[in-house]
């Protein structure tokens, strides 16, 4: 079954460093999300990029998507200590008929930003 | 922005008890769904719900659980006899088509003692 699969499953850094954070998957995708959690909350939508997109910006975060090698990576420049939270990614694909997309999300990225 | 709500928002409960968890997806948004995170882990799919049926379920998603969409605003989900091992955050998500952003709810946190 297709599944992101984020990495590394946990990053640590300094304030102001960029952080990058990957995702792989094994099957054909109509789009990739990325999510963060802090912890023991809730899930925030931070950017969606489709099969046919290459690149987005929102703000201080990048994504990039290479469906020829199943891979996507999240870029947030300038990081600060309020980044800390985990960091999933989730692909959305077509299951079975119709239009019944369904979101498989990964194990996720703890990134934890020190001051 | 449009918000997808959940009540309650921390349920604990005896091992052997029914629970609901109600959600209340946005208004026009046509697909619902149902995830849980178990603590420390990734969140997993329980159901997808489409025009009044389930259109897909994991594995996790046994005769105990059920969902419902009771009255055209409210998505349950249904526990009929709780175990320890459902202990969880339980997320609803909704979304307008099956190709858009799924918006999340803010969980509600089971806990079966």
């Known amino acids: 079954s297709q599944q992101g699969e984020e990495d590394p499953q946990a990053l640590s850094i300094q304030e102001g460093e960029n952080a990058t954070m990957n995702c792989s998957y094994k099957?054909?995708?109509?789009?990739l999300q990325w999510y963060r959690q802090n912890s023991g909350r809730g899930l925030v939508h931070l950017i969606l990029?489709?099969?046919?997109?290459r690149e987005k910006h929102s703000g201080r975060l990048r994504v990039t998507l290479d469906t020829s090698k199943k891979s996507s990576s999240l870029l947030i420049t300038a990081s600060r200590a309020a980044d800390t939270a985990s960091y999933f990614c989730?692909?959305?694909?077509?299951?079975?008929?119709?239009?019944?997309?369904?979101?498989?999300f990964g194990k996720g990225t703890l990134l934890t930003v020190n001051p | 922005e449009p918000e997808v709500t959940q009540t309650p928002s921390h349920q604990v409960t005896q091992m052997g008890q029914e629970v609901i968890l109600r959600c209340v997806p946005i208004?026009?948004?046509?697909?619902f769904y149902w995830y849980r995170q178990i603590l420390g882990q990734k969140v997993e799919f329980l159901v997808s719900?489409?025009?009044?049926?389930?259109?897909?379920k994991s594995e996790i998603f046994d005769d105990q659980f059920s969902v419902e969409r009771p009255d055209g605003s409210n998505f349950t989900l249904k526990i009929r006899s709780t175990k320890l091992e459902d202990s969880a955050m339980y997320f609803c998500?909704?979304?307008?088509?099956?190709?858009?952003?799924?918006?999340f709810g803010p969980g509600t946190r089971l806990t079966v003692t």
């Open positions: 998500a909704s979304r307008l088509e099956g190709r858009d952003r799924a918006y």
């Open positions: 099957t054909s995708i109509n789009n």
């Open positions: 990029i489709r099969s046919n997109e």
């Open positions: 989730a692909t959305d694909a077509l299951h079975g008929g119709g239009s019944n997309y369904k979101l498989t």
């Open positions: 208004s026009n948004h046509l697909y």
């Open positions: 719900f489409y025009n009044n049926e389930i259109s897909e």
